[in-house]
C-alpha cells in the first residue's frame, strides 16, 4: 500500500507539471484554432535560458562574486555547524543560489516571451485570414528551426541548474513503508497549479479572457467589435511562451537541460487531444490521469511502458470521444 501511495504522489506531481505545459498549447488553440507543435520546444529554449542565467552568466569572469554564490558569514557559520544531508543545510544552499535563481527565472521568462512575440509576428501574423492548416504546418516547420538555431548556440551537452525551491527531504512513514518527496518537487507542483489557475482565471473573467474566446469563435465578427485579433494572437503566443518559460526551469531542475525536452511537448500534445484542445478542465483531468497511468506503469512494468502511456490513453478517449474528454464537439482534429 505504500508504494501505491509513493508512486500515485509521484504521478499526481508529473501530472500538475503537464497541465503547465498543457496550458499554452491550449491558450494558443483558444485564440487561433492552431495547434502548436513545436510548444515542446518552445519550452525547450526557456529550459536553456534559464541555465544560461543561472550557470553561464554569474559564472562569467565580469560576473560579481555574490551572483554566483552568495556566501554572508552568518550562513557560512551556520552551515559548519550542521550534520551531513540536514534539512536546514539545503535551505542554506537554496539561499546561497537565490539570486542566481532570480536572475534566471527572470531572464527565461523575459527571453522566452520575446521569443513567443517574435514567433508571432514573423510567421504567425502574415497568416490571419487564411488556412488554419498552413499555420499548423508552420509550427511544424518551427521545430526543425528551433532545434537548429538551439544546435547554434548551445552544446548538446546535459547540463545541471539550481533547483528553484529548497530541495529538502521528506520522509513519511504510511503502512509501514517510506515515502519519500522532496520540497523542491512540492513548490513546484504549487507553482504549475497556482499558474494553471490563474490562466484559467484570467480567459474566464477579464477582458482579455473575453476578447480571446470572441476571436476563436469568429475573428470577421471580433474585428467589427472593436477587438485588435492581432494582438489577441500576440497576447495567446506571449502566454504560452512564459508558462513554458516556468516549465521549462521547472523541468530542467527535475531532469537537466538537454535537447531531448523539445521531444517533451508530443507526450503533452497527446494529453491536450485527450482532455480536449479548448478544454482547460478537461487537459487538467487528462493530464493529472496520465501522470497516474504513468507511475503505474513504471511501478508495474518498468520506465519504458510509462512512455507509451500517454498516446494509448488518447487513442482510447479519442475512439470513444473523438472531440476528447471535454472538448467541443465542432472541434476539427487533424
Known amino acids: 500500500m505504500g508504494e501505491f501511495i509513493q508512486f500515485t504522489l509521484n504521478g499526481l506531481m508529473s501530472g500538475a507539471i503537464y497541465a503547465?505545459?498543457?496550458?499554452?498549447?491550449?491558450?494558443?488553440?483558444?485564440?487561433?484554432?492552431?495547434?502548436?507543435?513545436?510548444?515542446?520546444?518552445?519550452i525547450m529554449f526557456?529550459?536553456?535560458?534559464?541555465?544560461?542565467?543561472?550557470?553561464?552568466?554569474?559564472?562569467?569572469?565580469?560576473?560579481?562574486?555574490?551572483?554566483?554564490?552568495?556566501?554572508?558569514?552568518?550562513?557560512?557559520a551556520m552551515k559548519a555547524d550542521l550534520p551531513?544531508?540536514?534539512?536546514?543545510?539545503?535551505?542554506?544552499?537554496?539561499?546561497?543560489?537565490?539570486?542566481?535563481?532570480?536572475?534566471?527565472?527572470?531572464?527565461?521568462?523575459?527571453?522566452?516571451?520575446?521569443?513567443?512575440?517574435?514567433?508571432?509576428?514573423?510567421?504567425?501574423?502574415?497568416?490571419?485570414?487564411?488556412?488554419?492548416?498552413?499555420?499548423?504546418?508552420?509550427?511544424?516547420?518551427?521545430?526543425?528551426?528551433?532545434?537548429?538555431?538551439?544546435?547554434?548556440?548551445?552544446?548538446?551537452?546535459?547540463?545541471?541548474?539550481?533547483h528553484i525551491a529548497p530541495n529538502t527531504p521528506i520522509r513519511l512513514n504510511l503502512f509501514d513503508t517510506p515515502i519519500f518527496l522532496f520540497g523542491a518537487d512540492l513548490v513546484n507542483v504549487a507553482v504549475a497549479l497556482l499558474?494553471?489557475?490563474?490562466?484559467?482565471?484570467?480567459?474566464r473573467y477579464t477582458k482579455s479572457g473575453v476578447a480571446i474566446r470572441a476571436t476563436a469563435e469568429d475573428q470577421s465578427t471580433a474585428y467589427s467589435m472593436g477587438i485588435s485579433v492581432p494582438r489577441v494572437f500576440s497576447r495567446a503566443w506571449v502566454l504560452a511562451a512564459?508558462?513554458?518559460?516556468?516549465?521549462?526551469?521547472?523541468?530542467?531542475?527535475?531532469?537537466?537541460?538537454?535537447?531531448?525536452?523539445?521531444?517533451f511537448g508530443f507526450s503533452v500534445l497527446a494529453i491536450v487531444l485527450m482532455g480536449g484542445l479548448d478544454s482547460y478542465v478537461g487537459v487538467f483531468i487528462a493530464a493529472l490521469t496520465v501522470g497516474f497511468l504513468e507511475a503505474m506503469a513504471q511501478w508495474q512494468f518498468g520506465g519504458e511502458f510509462a512512455e507509451v502511456v500517454p498516446y494509448i490513453a488518447v487513442l482510447v478517449v479519442i475512439l470513444i470521444r473523438p472531440h476528447g474528454l471535454f472538448g467541443q464537439k465542432e472541434v476539427e482534429r487533424i
Open 20 to 42: 503547465l505545459i498543457a496550458v499554452g498549447i491550449v491558450s494558443v488553440f483558444k485564440a487561433t484554432k492552431v495547434v502548436n507543435f513545436a510548444h515542446g520546444y518552445i
Open 195 to 203: 499558474l494553471f489557475g490563474a490562466i484559467v482565471a484570467m480567459v
Open 242 to 263: 512564459t508558462t513554458g518559460a516556468i516549465a521549462g526551469a521547472i523541468l530542467a531542475t527535475r531532469n537537466g537541460v538537454s535537447p531531448s525536452l523539445g521531444l
Open 46 to 76: 526557456g529550459a536553456y535560458f534559464y541555465f544560461t542565467f543561472s550557470v553561464i552568466v554569474p559564472g562569467a569572469a565580469w560576473a560579481p562574486d555574490w551572483l554566483q554564490s552568495w556566501e554572508p558569514a552568518w550562513m557560512v
Open 84 to 162: 551531513m544531508f540536514s534539512p536546514m543545510g539545503a535551505v542554506l544552499d537554496w539561499l546561497s543560489n537565490l539570486p542566481r535563481i532570480i536572475l534566471g527565472i527572470a531572464g527565461a521568462v523575459i527571453c522566452n516571451a520575446l521569443l513567443g512575440l517574435l514567433i508571432e509576428r514573423t510567421l504567425m501574423r502574415p497568416l490571419i485570414g487564411q488556412s488554419t492548416f498552413a499555420m499548423i504546418m508552420i509550427t511544424v516547420g518551427l521545430i526543425s528551426v528551433l532545434s537548429g538555431t538551439k544546435g547554434l548556440i548551445w552544446t548538446a551537452d546535459a547540463e545541471f541548474v539550481p
